[in-house]
């Protein structure tokens, strides 16, 4: 019933652009914050940035600010991660979460609601 679903995942060389989104159904997105969160392989999942459910407020870590961005798109239940000027180190698995509520934890264990992820690779 309740479910989120990430694309647009892919093959990108360094420097590169990728859009990802994440579509929920079985819920209304605005009534959650979202996060988008990635995992490397051999290393723990991480909390990239976030977006509030009440004012839209946004969170970054600091290795992808000026690079990454998040936005709503409520008429579509979607949530967008807009990546610019990517880099090798950006590799990795990355997931959408909600949490029922208006804060942004960015932990693994503060988020309701998971996707199952999509594959970026920036490699040349």
């Known amino acids: 019933q309740v479910q989120l679903v990430e694309s647009g995942g892919g093959l990108v060389q360094p420097g590169g652009s990728l859009r990802l989104s994440c579509a929920a159904s079985g819920f209304t997105l605005d009534d959650y914050a979202i996060g988008w969160f990635r995992q490397a392989p051999g290393k723990e999942r991480e909390g990239v940035l976030c977006?509030?459910?009440?004012?839209?407020?946004?969170y970054y870590v600091d290795s992808v600010k000026g690079r990454f961005t998040i936005s709503r798109d409520n008429a579509k239940n979607t949530v967008d991660l807009q990546m610019n000027s990517l880099k090798p180190e950006d590799t990795a698995v990355y997931y959408c979460a909600a949490s029922y509520g208006t804060s942004c934890p960015l932990r693994v264990s503060g988020m309701d609601y998971w996707g199952k992820g999509t594959l970026v690779t920036v490699s040349s």
């Open positions: 977006i509030s459910s009440s004012n839209g407020r946004t």
